[in-house]
């Protein structure tokens, strides 16, 4: 493997069993738009170009591309783009209309991929992606066991686990599991928050001592007297010994809710990057 490959942590799917599990969970409607993300060999590529009518596939190693082209060349239904599936705006796209995402993410890049798509006006009508299990289990956390992005993407869909898969159905193997999980975005956010930004720093405060009470995050986090911050506890009705991982989304909107009002008075301000 390259050193180029190496860096970009590529694992390639080569399991057809779980490409046709891929193909058979996104129930792709052959007039729906599909953007993979991370094509690699375009081995998933080129079960996407017989089911679907226009396919975006990015890919950000040029010698994956060239390859890509060379095989994929009189595909009039497969578009190949030079792209970071971390900052590519679908948005720009006014074109695109509906479409689903289906892919193989990377494991150094899913976090960032999936939120970058999820935070766009036009999210996508479905997700269909593998990557790392353990990154799934957060993902589709619940009470007790959630982390930051537990309620990031929940704040703005749904997800699930479909299956999990081994290390062997990729080349060269990975030392960790994957897992193919599905999320289906809202139509809007399952909170109205008037920051979507101030709302997630607030969240990632709570998050930065995962293990301590959640009062004491929030108490360290906004530089606040301990007073205030059972006061912020209690109007948001959340129990002061709770942690974190215990809240669920509608209590982290009551506690944001909660804060903006406090602010005004108070002037607690976030104090995160």
């Known amino acids: 493997m390259s050193k180029s490959k190496t ?5 390639f799917l080569i399991d057809k069993f779980v490409r046709s599990r891929i193909i058979k969970t996104s129930n792709i409607n052959v007039n729906e738009t599909i953007i993979e993300i991370g094509a690699g060999k375009g081995f998933l590529t080129s079960e996407l170009i017989k089911n679907s009518s226009k396919v975006i596939a ?3 190693d040029k010698n994956l591309i060239e390859r890509l ?3 994929f ?6 578009n190949i783009l030079s792209e970071d599936g971390r900052f590519y705006n679908v948005d720009e796209y006014s074109s695109m209309g509906e479409y689903k995402l289906i892919a193989n993410l990377p494991y150094y ?9 999820l935070k766009r006006n036009n999210k996508p009508k479905l997700i269909v992606v593998m990557l790392q299990k353990e990154v799934a289990l957060q993902i589709t956390a619940g009470i007790g066991q959630m982390r930051m992005l537990s309620v990031i993407v929940q704040f703005y869909g749904k997800p699930s686990i479909v299956t999990h898969i081994k290390p062997k159905s990729f080349k060269p193997v990975p030392k960790v599991h994957s ?4 999320i289906k975005p809202y139509d809007k956010p399952v909170l109205k928050v008037d920051s979507e ?3 997630f720093k607030l969240v990632k405060l709570g998050f930065s001592t995962p293990r301590k009470l959640l009062a004491n995050s929030i108490h360290h986090g906004l530089n606040i007297p301990k007073s205030i911050t059972l006061e912020l506890l209690d109007k948001s009705k959340i129990d002061a010994s709770k942690r974190p991982q215990e809240l669920s989304i509608m209590e982290w909107g009551n506690l944001y ?3 903006t009002e406090l602010n005004s008075s108070e002037n607690i301000k976030l104090n995160l990057s």
């Open 7 to 11: 860096i970009l942590g590529q694992n």
């Open 109 to 117: 890049a899913a976090n960032p991929i999936l939120i970058n798509f």
């Open 179 to 182: 897992s193919l999980i599905t």
């Open 197 to 199: 930004t101030d709302f």
């Open 257 to 259: 809710k909660t804060y």
């Open 58 to 60: 990015l890919e950000i």
């Open 73 to 78: 060349e009189g595909n009039t239904n497969l």
């Open 69 to 71: 082209k060379v095989k």
